[in-house]
């Protein structure tokens, strides 16, 4: 079964940094546009940054200058640097690819999803 796999979540205080890493293993995404969305408890899931398989990005506006989105096609792994962390980056981070090469910022555009990792920032 494909699916993309997290790491790097845990907890931090807010001003930290964390980086996040998603591995495909069972195909390559390499000519795929990959995201990150996250989910805090009792909201819709949102989307926060993407890629395409060309290194364009797309970043939602309350992490834009903060987080980084990059990918390492030789290694199949996407990763994003999250810095300057605030407590309202509490949520549950999800990666996702999609069937298509371009960048539309919904949920539903993506078509692989990972289980998710939880990210902290206390106050």
């Known amino acids: 079964q494909v699916q993309p796999v997290e790491s790097g979540g845990g907890l931090v205080q807010a001003g930290g940094s964390l980086r996040l890493s998603c591995a495909a293993s069972g195909r390559t995404f390499s000519r795929n546009a990959m995201g990150w969305f996250r989910q805090a408890p009792g909201k819709e899931r949102a989307f926060v940054a993407a890629?395409?398989?060309?290194?364009?990005?797309n970043y939602a506006d309350s992490v834009k200058g903060r987080f980084t989105i990059s990918k390492d096609n030789a290694k199949n792994t996407m990763y994003l640097q999250m810095n300057n962390l605030k407590p309202e980056d509490t949520a549950v981070y999800f990666c996702?690819?999609?069937?298509?090469?371009?960048?539309?910022?919904?949920?539903?555009?993506?078509?692989?999803w990972g289980q998710g990792t939880q990210i902290t920032v206390s106050s």
């Open positions: 996702a690819a999609s069937s298509s090469s371009g960048i539309v910022p919904r949920a539903t555009w993506f078509n692989y």
């Open positions: 890629i395409t398989w060309g290194g364009s990005t």
